[in-house]
């Protein structure tokens, strides 16, 4: 299945974007989407638990832990869409958004599939994935909600990345805790919030009384996402001051909705060109990039208005869709976050240290959880052998080198533009290409020796 | 002058893109200028010399080393414009051109100046730098004129990179010799480069005579550019069946025609901004982005239509321009390239080990050389830690991590912005980007680490 040879003859080709509407030449915050689409108001959202009530949160009960408006979007059940403020929208464009929408016809002919294959381009992020959609948005409310100093964990780094510049261009003061595993694989990653601004520990770090006891415990712990998790919230919530906040990356519902801004852009960039995709394909770690692409487009299928088959991959390494439980479970490792009902591997799980940093999630966003329990969504697993196939066969094809979690979606956008060849069916796959993986040349290395390439040699 | 604090409360910014002039939604190959403008038909070109007989070279004596388009490029005085072939032009397509041209708002804020400071974006190549621009066009030459097998060095890795997406594009092989020192600091450039198939050896290496003399006599030489090129182009010249050519990733002037495709683009923007540029500013190492990005407007200043001002910034620790002397030299180390009139710091100058690996070359292009010698063009030269310092700041302001290599650049726009300050004139700056930092971090982890910068603690 990998692209060793060299195949293309001089093929065609055509990059799609998204221009302004009018024939100016010149893309402004105007173009940007002006707000962002709240699922929870059309389908609901299961109640988020304070473990020692066993009672649905309230506002006050998270207050010490997110900027008031924070809290109000995780808990707003009502209101469909959210106007984005205009700062948002002037630093989503200063960032690269609108982010084109480009056609992998080199991957297609590599296939030899007669379906259509597009991808929407977060990786031409400054900070290389989707994760500054949120970033900016927490940040500013944060800034405006009257926080100094944010706190926040990362895996792969993409996060704590797109968290430092966001900072740094709002204002605050950044705390990040880096999975340690992770800390010491991607000292890249590591000086580029650095270079933003970004203070960064290891975690489990002596910085917390939680990172104490785990280390304590287990000196050479790698640490989990989990475990940074309790790390942020515990020195967010210990400043008695309310100045220092807590910022999340993924899983809770306002991160999701701060990334409907992909799905939004993307509506738009489909219907320009008249298209209703067959199938749409993210990656899922703690499920904000799937949501953020996919969640304008479920709304339309639930209202009738688009028969699109939405697909979530996973690692096989950490597989909270398709082998784990639909219950009640914490948000961290140590037990200081409410509950979620979502589909989790435990609170306590410790996955194999898979070069997809991202994906290392015990849990799933409590909607997306949802939407696959109803079988609105489906799922499938790969393990990560055939993740970096897919990427290498990307690279080799469209020339950019993918994220290991966005290969996760490529590969099941191959295994879906194979089906249709079988079927010869001119189906039409989308999917979010949410970050490229120029941090993560590790994995790639890692791959290519022990495959043998041949056409690898030194 | 680094940006340490947070400065930007809620600033308007606006990316300016180029579009389709005709409303349509989508970019296509269309889009994409149909020549490349060659200079040496408009000012001429110093002959380039074969070193036995002194006399200008034919493109006999080139044959055995460049494919026989490229040669002719090489030579050619007359014609202004060349046509770029469709197949080039749909690969540009593909790989991310037209490029945007983006303001940057934020660092104009910060510096607190009147000027405006226009950047155009080779960043977003999917190898990180312009130097696709011209790997693209020579693998397909070689491609057409009947090569197998191409040969190169690369400093940094950004040509590597490129040439071998190219070469994996077209279907040829590639064999890269990467200057030994950036091949042990870069591991993951070495890895982008075999991921899109290339084979990488460090210089100087056992494959050539050249590589197996330079190590019989230092076997931990870390290698320069020029060792490089010298076991690139013996490689290429031994095999005899002429399947095996060389390609070249800077310095010589098909090249820097084949990087005009960045001016000619450029020109087609501003005209859309009602702009003319009063410095154009780009990096140097052995010319071809500078070249690329100011060579169309060259053309105008000479002909009275613009007066814009050009400005060449090279590092101080490899001052080719502004300590090198104007005369014949060969282009490699060892001596088996022809002769070329250029400022240089002679074949056999070893520089020291900064981080901006692209702008470690002795030479310069010839007709750079000449405009710089005839005052059509300015150049300056900072040392590395000037550098990294408008580095941080560019990132800072306008969340983008530059190459070192075009933070020279950049360095050179914030002093002409500060002049413009102090002068209290609305000038406007344009700039190459020319690439992305994100595979030198290790650049900025120095640099930072070195300050002691109060923002940075691990």
Chains 1, 2 share one sequence.
């Not at 403020?85 to 480009?102: C, K, M, N, W």
Request: charged share 20%.
């Amino acid at each position: 299945m990998l692209l060793d040879g060299h195949i293309f003859k001089y093929a065609y080709s055509i990059i799609v974007y998204m221009f302004p509407k009018d024939g100016r030449m010149t893309l402004t915050v105007d173009d940007i989407p002006k707000q962002w689409y709240n699922i929870a108001a059309d389908i609901g959202s299961p109640d988020i638990l304070n473990p020692g009530t066993m009672k649905p949160v309230t506002a006050a009960d998270l207050s010490p832990v997110f900027c008031k408006t924070s809290v109000e979007q995780e808990l707003d059940k009502t209101h469909r869409f959210i106007d984005i403020p205009d700062v948002v929208r002037e630093a989503y464009a200063q960032f690269g958004r609108v982010t084109p929408l480009q056609r992998a016809y080199h991957l297609e002919q590599y296939l030899g599939t007669p379906a259509k294959i597009y991808f929407k381009r977060e990786d031409v992020s400054p900070t290389g994935s989707h994760k500054l959609n949120s970033a900016i948005a927490q940040t500013y409310y944060n800034k405006r909600d009257g926080s100094e100093h944010l706190t926040t964990e990362t895996g792969a780094g993409q996060w704590g990345s797109a968290l430092s510049l966001a900072c740094n261009y709002f204002g605050l003061d950044l705390t990040v805790f880096m999975v340690k595993v992770s800390f010491e694989q991607k000292p890249f990653r590591r000086s580029i919030m650095e270079t933003y601004g970004g203070k960064v520990y290891p975690s489990p770090s002596p910085m917390t009384r939680y990172g104490k006891s785990v280390l304590a415990e287990n000196p050479t712990y790698g640490g989990t996402l989990g475990t940074a998790i309790t790390e942020a919230v515990e020195m967010a919530v210990s400043d008695t001051t309310g100045k220092t906040k807590y910022a999340i990356g993924s899983v809770a519902n306002h991160v999701c909705m701060h990334q409907t801004i992909i799905g939004q852009e993307l509506i738009a960039q489909l219907n320009e060109l008249d298209i209703v995709p067959d199938h749409m394909v993210a990656c899922v770690g703690g499920g904000s990039n799937f949501a953020g692409f996919a969640f304008p487009m479920i709304e339309k299928k639930l209202k009738g208005k688009a028969d699109t088959e939405f697909l979530a991959v996973e690692p096989s390494e950490v597989p909270s869709l398709t082998k784990g439980e639909l219950r009640y479970d914490f948000g961290d490792s140590g037990c200081i976050t409410p509950m979620f009902k979502m589909y989790t591997l435990g609170h306590d799980f410790s996955p194999s240290a898979v070069h997809a940093g991202g994906l290392r999630y015990h849990g799933m966003n409590p909607i997306v959880s949802e939407l696959y329990h109803n079988k609105i969504i489906n799922a499938v697993a790969y393990p990560e052998e055939q993740i970096f196939e897919a990427a290498v066969t990307f690279a080799r094809t469209e020339g950019i080198i993918p994220a290991p979690e966005s290969s996760h979606a490529i590969k099941g956008v191959i295994d879906l533009a194979l089906e249709a060849k079988k079927k010869n069916e001119e189906q039409v796959i989308v999917f979010n290409l949410s970050g490229h993986g120029l941090l993560d040349m590790v994995g790639y290395e890692n791959y290519l020796r022990n495959r043998k390439n041949p056409a690898v040699q030194i």
